[in-house]
Protein backbone atom coordinates (compact mmCIF):
# COMPACT_ATOMS: atom_id res chain seq x y z
CA UNK A 1 0.00 0.00 0.00
CA UNK A 2 1.61 3.17 -0.61
CA UNK A 3 1.80 6.14 1.42
CA UNK A 4 -0.67 8.12 2.70
CA UNK A 5 -1.09 11.46 1.19
CA UNK A 6 -4.01 13.41 1.76
CA UNK A 7 -3.93 15.68 4.88
CA UNK A 8 -7.17 14.53 5.93
CA UNK A 9 -6.58 10.63 5.77
CA UNK A 10 -3.84 11.29 7.79
CA UNK A 11 -5.21 13.05 10.83
CA UNK A 12 -8.37 10.75 10.99
CA UNK A 13 -5.69 8.02 10.90
CA UNK A 14 -3.41 9.48 13.72
CA UNK A 15 -6.87 10.41 15.66
CA UNK A 16 -8.44 7.03 15.05
CA UNK A 17 -5.61 4.78 15.46
CA UNK A 18 -5.63 5.97 19.33
CA UNK A 19 -7.57 3.39 21.51
CA UNK A 20 -9.24 5.79 23.90
CA UNK A 21 -10.42 7.82 21.21
CA UNK A 22 -12.47 4.81 19.29
CA UNK A 23 -14.22 3.80 22.38
CA UNK A 24 -15.30 6.87 23.64
CA UNK A 25 -16.40 7.78 19.46
CA UNK A 26 -18.38 4.59 20.53
CA UNK A 27 -19.44 5.69 24.05
CA UNK A 28 -20.86 9.27 22.68
CA UNK A 29 -22.09 8.51 19.54
CA UNK A 30 -23.02 5.09 18.30
CA UNK A 31 -26.85 4.12 18.43
CA UNK A 32 -27.68 2.43 21.78
CA UNK A 33 -28.85 -1.23 20.55
CA UNK A 34 -25.15 -1.59 19.64
CA UNK A 35 -22.82 0.38 21.98
CA UNK A 36 -24.25 -1.49 24.97
CA UNK A 37 -23.44 -4.96 22.81
CA UNK A 38 -19.88 -3.82 22.52
CA UNK A 39 -17.66 -5.32 24.80
CA UNK A 40 -15.45 -2.03 25.07
CA UNK A 41 -12.61 -3.67 27.42
CA UNK A 42 -11.73 -6.19 24.42
CA UNK A 43 -11.64 -3.61 21.43
CA UNK A 44 -8.14 -3.82 19.62
CA UNK A 45 -6.44 -2.28 16.34
CA UNK A 46 -5.98 -4.74 13.87
CA UNK A 47 -2.89 -4.00 11.94
CA UNK A 48 -4.14 -5.00 8.79
CA UNK A 49 -5.67 -2.75 5.88
CA UNK A 50 -8.01 -4.05 3.34
CA UNK A 51 -8.44 -0.92 0.97
CA UNK A 52 -7.24 -1.72 -2.07
CA UNK A 53 -5.48 0.53 -5.17
CA UNK A 54 -9.19 1.67 -6.44
CA UNK A 55 -10.74 1.98 -2.73
CA UNK A 56 -7.34 4.01 -1.89
CA UNK A 57 -8.75 6.74 -3.90
CA UNK A 58 -11.95 6.98 -2.24
CA UNK A 59 -11.81 5.53 1.59
CA UNK A 60 -8.87 5.88 4.48
CA UNK A 61 -9.69 2.86 7.29
CA UNK A 62 -9.23 1.32 10.25
CA UNK A 63 -10.22 -2.30 11.71
CA UNK A 64 -11.25 -2.80 15.23
CA UNK A 65 -11.53 -6.33 16.31
CA UNK A 66 -14.47 -6.28 19.44
CA UNK A 67 -16.97 -8.59 20.85
CA UNK A 68 -20.58 -7.86 19.84
CA UNK A 69 -23.19 -9.26 22.40
CA UNK A 70 -20.36 -12.12 23.53
CA UNK A 71 -19.66 -12.62 19.58
CA UNK A 72 -16.49 -11.57 17.73
CA UNK A 73 -17.22 -8.66 15.35
CA UNK A 74 -15.07 -6.10 13.45
CA UNK A 75 -15.44 -2.50 13.39
CA UNK A 76 -14.59 -0.63 10.47
CA UNK A 77 -14.53 2.83 10.31
CA UNK A 78 -14.26 4.61 7.14
CA UNK A 79 -13.54 7.78 6.14
CA UNK A 80 -14.91 9.67 3.73
CA UNK A 81 -13.10 13.18 3.02
CA UNK A 82 -14.75 14.77 -0.18
CA UNK A 83 -17.24 17.18 -0.09
CA UNK A 84 -19.85 15.90 -1.92
CA UNK A 85 -21.33 11.94 -2.58
CA UNK A 86 -19.82 9.76 -5.06
CA UNK A 87 -22.34 7.67 -6.62
CA UNK A 88 -22.51 4.03 -5.39
CA UNK A 89 -20.21 4.52 -2.17
CA UNK A 90 -22.38 1.32 -1.16
CA UNK A 91 -20.22 -0.87 -3.52
CA UNK A 92 -17.26 0.70 -1.95
CA UNK A 93 -17.99 -0.38 1.04
CA UNK A 94 -19.34 -4.04 -0.26
CA UNK A 95 -15.82 -4.17 -1.84
CA UNK A 96 -14.33 -3.38 1.36
CA UNK A 97 -15.73 -5.74 3.32
CA UNK A 98 -15.36 -8.72 0.49
CA UNK A 99 -11.41 -7.64 1.06
CA UNK A 100 -11.78 -8.62 4.76
CA UNK A 101 -13.74 -11.95 4.25
CA UNK A 102 -11.29 -13.13 1.45
CA UNK A 103 -8.39 -12.28 3.29
CA UNK A 104 -10.16 -14.50 6.35
CA UNK A 105 -10.30 -17.25 4.18
CA UNK A 106 -6.65 -16.82 2.75
CA UNK A 107 -5.85 -17.43 6.61
CA UNK A 108 -7.77 -20.25 6.80
CA UNK A 109 -6.82 -21.93 4.41
CA UNK A 110 -5.93 -25.68 5.28
CA UNK A 111 -8.09 -25.10 8.15
CA UNK A 112 -11.42 -25.96 9.33
CA UNK A 113 -13.96 -24.13 7.99
CA UNK A 114 -14.67 -21.27 10.98
CA UNK A 115 -17.49 -18.92 10.15
CA UNK A 116 -16.66 -15.88 8.23
CA UNK A 117 -16.65 -12.40 10.93
CA UNK A 118 -19.53 -9.97 10.80
CA UNK A 119 -17.89 -6.35 9.74
CA UNK A 120 -19.83 -3.57 10.71
CA UNK A 121 -19.12 -0.96 8.48
CA UNK A 122 -19.04 3.20 9.46
CA UNK A 123 -18.64 5.81 7.53
CA UNK A 124 -17.75 9.15 8.96
CA UNK A 125 -18.42 12.07 6.87
CA UNK A 126 -16.76 15.89 6.76
CA UNK A 127 -18.00 17.25 3.45
CA UNK A 128 -19.88 20.16 2.73
CA UNK A 129 -22.75 18.22 1.30
CA UNK A 130 -25.02 15.63 3.16
CA UNK A 131 -24.86 12.34 2.53
CA UNK A 132 -27.66 10.78 1.50
CA UNK A 133 -28.05 6.74 2.90
CA UNK A 134 -29.79 4.41 0.08
CA UNK A 135 -30.42 0.85 -0.02
CA UNK A 136 -28.54 -1.18 -2.07
CA UNK A 137 -31.88 -2.03 -3.86
CA UNK A 138 -33.39 0.74 -5.19
CA UNK A 139 -29.83 1.17 -7.53
CA UNK A 140 -31.46 -1.76 -9.35
CA UNK A 141 -34.59 0.26 -10.16
CA UNK A 142 -37.76 -1.29 -9.88
CA UNK A 143 -36.64 -4.85 -10.21
CA UNK A 144 -39.49 -7.84 -10.14
CA UNK A 145 -40.21 -8.72 -6.44
CA UNK A 146 -38.58 -12.42 -7.24
CA UNK A 147 -35.38 -11.21 -8.55
CA UNK A 148 -34.60 -9.01 -5.06
CA UNK A 149 -33.71 -12.19 -3.24
CA UNK A 150 -30.41 -12.65 -5.75
CA UNK A 151 -29.53 -8.27 -4.77
CA UNK A 152 -26.89 -7.87 -2.00
CA UNK A 153 -28.45 -6.07 0.71
CA UNK A 154 -26.66 -4.61 3.90
CA UNK A 155 -26.64 -1.66 6.05
CA UNK A 156 -23.61 0.71 7.28
CA UNK A 157 -23.44 3.21 10.35
CA UNK A 158 -23.44 6.49 8.85
CA UNK A 159 -21.73 9.85 11.53
CA UNK A 160 -21.74 12.80 9.56
CA UNK A 161 -19.62 15.63 11.30
CA UNK A 162 -21.74 18.30 10.02
CA UNK A 163 -24.57 16.54 12.36
CA UNK A 164 -23.10 17.41 15.05
CA UNK A 165 -23.53 20.78 16.71
CA UNK A 166 -19.98 22.53 18.08
CA UNK A 167 -21.17 22.37 21.65
CA UNK A 168 -21.83 18.41 21.19
CA UNK A 169 -18.02 18.21 19.77
CA UNK A 170 -16.50 20.33 22.48
CA UNK A 171 -18.04 18.34 25.16
CA UNK A 172 -16.73 15.08 23.83
CA UNK A 173 -14.89 13.55 26.90
CA UNK A 174 -12.07 12.50 25.03
CA UNK A 175 -9.83 15.74 24.13
CA UNK A 176 -8.33 13.99 21.01
CA UNK A 177 -11.99 12.90 19.57
CA UNK A 178 -13.31 16.48 20.32
CA UNK A 179 -10.00 18.20 19.14
CA UNK A 180 -9.83 16.05 15.98
CA UNK A 181 -13.77 16.06 15.04
CA UNK A 182 -13.56 19.68 15.55
CA UNK A 183 -10.97 20.59 13.35
CA UNK A 184 -12.39 18.30 10.40
CA UNK A 185 -15.52 19.61 10.55
CA UNK A 186 -14.11 23.21 10.21
CA UNK A 187 -11.21 22.19 7.79
CA UNK A 188 -12.87 24.40 5.04
CA UNK A 189 -14.19 27.33 7.20
CA UNK A 190 -12.91 30.11 5.51
CA UNK A 191 -10.36 32.37 7.50
CA UNK A 192 -12.55 34.37 9.77
CA UNK A 193 -14.92 31.51 10.58
CA UNK A 194 -11.89 29.03 11.73
CA UNK A 195 -10.71 31.67 13.61
CA UNK A 196 -13.76 31.57 15.56
CA UNK A 197 -12.23 28.39 17.23
CA UNK A 198 -9.33 30.11 18.54
CA UNK A 199 -10.71 29.83 22.24
CA UNK A 200 -11.66 26.09 21.58
CA UNK A 201 -7.78 25.09 20.07
CA UNK A 202 -6.14 27.06 23.26
CA UNK A 203 -8.21 25.10 25.34
CA UNK A 204 -7.90 21.78 24.37
CA UNK A 205 -4.43 22.07 23.30
CA UNK A 206 -3.41 22.94 27.40
CA UNK A 207 -4.86 20.02 27.83
CA UNK A 208 -2.93 18.21 25.25
CA UNK A 209 0.08 19.93 26.64
CA UNK A 210 -0.10 19.16 30.08
CA UNK A 211 -0.70 15.45 29.27
CA UNK A 212 3.02 16.00 27.35
CA UNK A 213 1.15 14.69 24.04
CA UNK A 214 3.61 16.79 21.70
CA UNK A 215 3.43 14.41 18.91
CA UNK A 216 -0.09 14.86 18.66
CA UNK A 217 0.29 18.60 18.59
CA UNK A 218 2.90 18.60 16.01
CA UNK A 219 0.17 16.69 13.79
CA UNK A 220 -2.18 19.79 14.32
CA UNK A 221 0.00 22.54 13.29
CA UNK A 222 0.82 19.78 10.56
CA UNK A 223 -2.75 19.55 9.75
CA UNK A 224 -4.14 23.48 10.02
CA UNK A 225 -0.56 24.42 7.83
CA UNK A 226 -1.76 22.33 5.45
CA UNK A 227 -6.11 22.56 5.18
CA UNK A 228 -6.39 25.76 6.84
CA UNK A 229 -6.51 29.24 5.29
CA UNK A 230 -4.70 30.41 8.06
CA UNK A 231 -1.27 31.80 7.33
CA UNK A 232 1.80 30.47 9.47
CA UNK A 233 2.00 33.73 11.42
CA UNK A 234 -1.63 33.09 12.60
CA UNK A 235 -1.50 29.68 13.65
CA UNK A 236 2.08 30.10 15.04
CA UNK A 237 0.02 33.01 17.53
CA UNK A 238 -2.50 30.12 18.57
CA UNK A 239 -0.01 27.88 19.94
CA UNK A 240 1.73 30.70 21.28
CA UNK A 241 -1.39 31.90 23.45
CA UNK A 242 -1.19 28.21 25.02
CA UNK A 243 2.80 27.73 26.56
CA UNK A 244 6.31 28.33 25.74
CA UNK A 245 6.49 24.33 25.15
CA UNK A 246 3.53 24.66 22.78
CA UNK A 247 5.20 27.70 21.13
CA UNK A 248 8.77 25.61 20.81
CA UNK A 249 6.81 22.65 18.98
CA UNK A 250 4.79 24.98 16.38
CA UNK A 251 7.94 26.34 16.05
CA UNK A 252 9.58 23.26 15.74
CA UNK A 253 6.97 21.92 13.13
CA UNK A 254 6.83 24.71 10.88
CA UNK A 255 10.83 24.40 10.53
CA UNK A 256 10.42 20.78 9.18
CA UNK A 257 7.43 21.62 7.08
CA UNK A 258 9.70 24.08 5.18
CA UNK A 259 12.49 21.97 4.95
CA UNK A 260 10.20 19.16 3.60
CA UNK A 261 8.71 21.90 0.82
CA UNK A 262 12.23 22.65 0.05
CA UNK A 263 13.44 19.21 -0.64
CA UNK A 264 9.96 18.74 -2.28
CA UNK A 265 11.22 21.43 -5.01
CA UNK A 266 14.79 20.42 -4.79
CA UNK A 267 13.36 16.93 -5.85
CA UNK A 268 11.35 18.12 -8.52
CA UNK A 269 13.66 20.51 -10.26
CA UNK A 270 16.28 17.53 -10.07
CA UNK A 271 14.13 14.85 -11.71
CA UNK A 272 13.45 17.74 -14.63
CA UNK A 273 17.37 18.17 -15.20
CA UNK A 274 18.10 21.22 -13.40
CA UNK A 275 22.10 21.52 -12.54
CA UNK A 276 23.00 21.53 -8.86
CA UNK A 277 24.67 24.53 -9.82
CA UNK A 278 21.38 26.46 -11.57
CA UNK A 279 19.48 25.07 -8.49
CA UNK A 280 22.66 26.58 -6.02
CA UNK A 281 22.25 29.56 -6.98
CA UNK A 282 18.52 29.93 -7.34
CA UNK A 283 18.21 29.10 -3.83
CA UNK A 284 21.05 31.53 -2.72
CA UNK A 285 23.16 28.35 -1.22
CA UNK A 286 26.27 26.64 -1.90
CA UNK A 287 26.83 23.43 -3.52
CA UNK A 288 27.35 21.98 -0.63
CA UNK A 289 23.99 23.00 0.85
CA UNK A 290 22.36 21.24 -2.28
CA UNK A 291 24.70 17.96 -2.02
CA UNK A 292 23.68 17.63 1.42
CA UNK A 293 19.83 17.98 0.59
CA UNK A 294 20.35 15.62 -2.00
CA UNK A 295 21.91 13.38 0.00
CA UNK A 296 19.00 13.36 2.28
CA UNK A 297 16.33 12.89 -0.32
CA UNK A 298 17.81 9.88 -1.54
CA UNK A 299 18.49 8.33 1.95
CA UNK A 300 14.60 8.39 2.39
CA UNK A 301 13.82 7.21 -0.85
CA UNK A 302 15.73 3.83 0.37
Given at each position: M?E ?6 K ?9 DV??N??E?V????HR??I???S??L???T ?8 H??D??Y????A ?7 LLF???S ?6 E??L ?6 IWR ?6 K???R?N?TV???I?I?H ?5 K?V?MK?Q ?5 Q ?7 E??Y?LF ?11 N ?5 L?TA?ML?K ?7 KF?R ?10 VL??A ?11 Y??T ?9 I ?5 VS????T?AM??YE????E???N ?6 QN??SL ?8 LS ?7 V???KS??N
Amino acid sequence: MSEITNPHDKFFKSTFSRLDVVQNFIEEVFPVQHRDKINLNSLKLSNSTFIDNELSEHLADLVYQAEYAGEPAMITLLFEHKSYQEDFPEWQLLRYMTNIWREEQKQKKGKKRKNSTVVIPIIIHHGKSAWKKVSMKTQFGNPHQDLLKFLPEFDYLLFSLNDFSDEQIANFKNTFLSTAAMLLKHSRDEKAKFLRLEAFLIEKIKVLDLAHENDFITTIVYYLETVSHLTAKEIIIIFTKVSINVNTIAMTAYEEIKQETTLNILKGLIQNGVSLELIAKSFGLSIQNIEEMVAKIKSSNN
